[in-house]
């Protein structure tokens, strides 16, 4: 399996608290019952949301087409454990997330998937907007194993729990194959349950 | 020092420390629906793996069905399309299944506990935020996504990281017109959506102590909205009453063989936790939202907040904008268009029978469409044996098909434009309810059943 250590590319700067997986992708695309073409309704409620008052959504501008890396704040990712999410983004190109927060689900799901969803402090995460915003050509690079986010000069510290950043660097994020090995200790455990091997 | 349930629980079922750090932990219980799975069950095709243990295996169909026409083929090919999909992956795989037509069908949130599937002590995960409703009673209960239906499938077993626990003691008599719904609610404004992350919510103190299964449930549901996947309560005697006689609950002498097991994995009277918070059920009132998320509440005779005053001033004036509000408004006179009652937090009998008492002998406004939706056909029946059908339907409210319904606009129940709708579901993010621009307040069925008759938010207290 693949091994995640450094991500690398041009960003995208997404700001705002709390974006929830309804936003992220709506519901109603929910209905398909494979992930293929999810990215096609990434943020597709806001990104049609025009109108005076409203600024282009930043995945609607050309600077930020092929960018690897998300800038977030606090709380991404917030409400349903819809995997449908994190899909879509991974999806439309994104290989790493870098935000104040993540919810719980919405972080082990992109662990799953191999987007880490890295975390940085909200006055570091401000910079990189903001610079990503004035110069979209900026080069971001996250080391996960070093803990660092360099942008240009701008250079921050980041970090991920050591147990998810380990997984990642030894290719072993996709957890099926490891849960599935030894399974006779799954069948021997089970059976000590008292529900399972009848009260 | 004693041992929290979590600790207990998650000991119990830990097969070993992965390589990765993380726990292997078994699954006791997973619950299988339409939405989460197809991409999952495809994967295990794609490798040749069968399903590890079908026998603690169940699945059902809510998100999609409609809850008014249910024949089929449906006339939206996705869904029906998503529905056929289930039920290949059910035959092929030999999973039991509760689908249309069956009397065990509805919310999966509903029928685990309703059916006896759902029991103290165990590990319960399901393709869905809102598995944390099982927490009631007693197991530790997790929303996974997609990647995670396939692992369970493959292997009934998770990789996990612990968690920390933060007992929320609610301690007092709940005021008239003050339900469970309120509490969690008040839960959420007070620690935040994000305050749970990492944590399981152990929900405690006297008037838990006293809530019906009903009520815990609708308090555990909404852990996931204060950001903690797990919430959980310690079984007791209301839990064990409950228990008594389900579908798949043990039954005679392993019934009281189970009590002595499940009262043993309750957190012992001296067991430490990470955190610890009191909430006096003397001081809450009836809560609305006004805003775009669960946190963004207030008590009903309040006003919306000024984006000055907030701590996030762009989150309150973009909420605000949203919702059509002006800060300082009162919420209270809030013209509704719509009024739902149902889905997983609240669409039990004892809700039912709640919004029923109040709108009895009234009638929905003139411009308000309502409708009912309970949890399971189990609870349609029981509803429709007291005669709760009867008295929804002489009041003007759709008494509708077990599903999810409108709570997140998969199916044909969606709001349209900018409709406002009052709901006792449990979220409110924007376009939530299926329209990009629909708006949602969210409240107690008791609320929902006196906006709708007064077809604006109103205080339940001055109806009854």
Known sequence: MLRITTISGRAIPMRGNDIDTDRIVPARFLRAITFEGMEAHLFEDDRKMGGPGHNRHPFDVPAYHGAAILLVNNNFGCGSSREHAPQAIRRWGIQAILGESFAEIFFGNSAMIGMPCVTASAADLKTLQDLVERNPRTEVKIDLAAGTCEAGDFRCPVSLPPNVRDAFATGTWDTTGLLMDRYEEVDARAARLPYVAGF | MGTTLLKKVWDLHTVRQLPSGQTQLFIGLHLVHEVTSPQAFDELRRNGWKIARPDRTFATVDHIVPTKVRTRPFIDVMAEDMMASLERNVADFGLRFAGLGDDRQGIVHVIGPELGLTQPGMTIACGD????????????????????????????????????????????????????????????????????????????????????????????????????????????????????????????????????????????????????????????????????????????????????????????????????????????????????????????????????????????????????????????????????????????????????????????????????????????????????????????????????????????????
């Not at chain 2, 838990?208 to 555990?220: A, G, P, Q």
């Not at chain 2, 001081?283 to 907030?310: K, Y």
Request: aromatic share 6%; with cysteine.
């Open chain 2, 129 to 464: 935020s809102h598995t944390s409703t099982h927490g009631a009673f007693g197991a530790v209960a997790f929303g996974i996504g997609t990647s995670q239906v396939r692992d369970v499938l493959a292997s009934q077993c998770l990789a996990l990281e612990p968690l920390k626990v933060r007992r929320i003691r609610v301690t007092g008599a709940l005021p008239k017109g003050v339900y469970a719904k309120d509490v969690i609610l008040a839960i959420i404004q007070r620690l935040g959506v994000q305050g749970g992350n990492g944590y399981a919510y152990e929900y405690a103190g006297d008037a838990v102590d006293r809530m019906s299964m009903d009520e815990r449930m609708t308090i555990c549901n909404m852990s996931i909205e204060g950001g903690a996947r797990v919430g959980y309560v310690n079984p007791d005697e209301t839990t064990f009453d409950y228990m008594k006689g389900r579908a798949f609950a043990p039954q005679g002498d392993a019934f009281e063989r189970a009590k002595t097991w499940w009262s043993s994995i309750a957190s012992d009277a001296n067991a430490a936790y990470d955190d610890d918070v009191e909430i006096k059920a003397g001081e809450l009132t009836p809560i609305v939202t006004w805003g775009v998320n669960p946190g963004q509440s207030i008590g009903v005779h309040d006003r919306v907040p000024a984006p000055a005053q907030a701590s996030d001033p762009k989150a309150v004036s973009d909420a605000l904008s949203y919702m059509g509000l002006t800060a300082g408004q009162p919420i209270e006179g809030m013209k509704v268009d719509v009024a739902f009652i149902g889905s997983c937090t609240n669409a039990r009998l004892s809700d039912l029978r709640e919004a029923a008492r109040i709108v009895k002998g009234k009638h929905v406004a003139k411009h308000v469409k309502a409708l009912v939706v309970p949890g399971s056909v189990g609870i349609a029946r029981a509803a429709e044996k007291e005669g709760l059908d009867e008295v929804f339907r002489a009041a003007g409210f759709e008494w509708r098909g077990a599903g999810c319904s409108m709570c997140l606009g998969m199916n044909p129940d969606k709001l349209e434009g900018d409709q406002v709708c009052a709901s006792s579901s449990n979220r409110n993010f924007k376009g939530r309810q299926g329209s990009p621009t629909g708006r949602t307040l969210l409240m107690s069925p008791a609320m929902v059943a006196a906006a709708a008759v007064a077809g604006e938010v109103m205080d339940v207290r001055e109806l009854d």
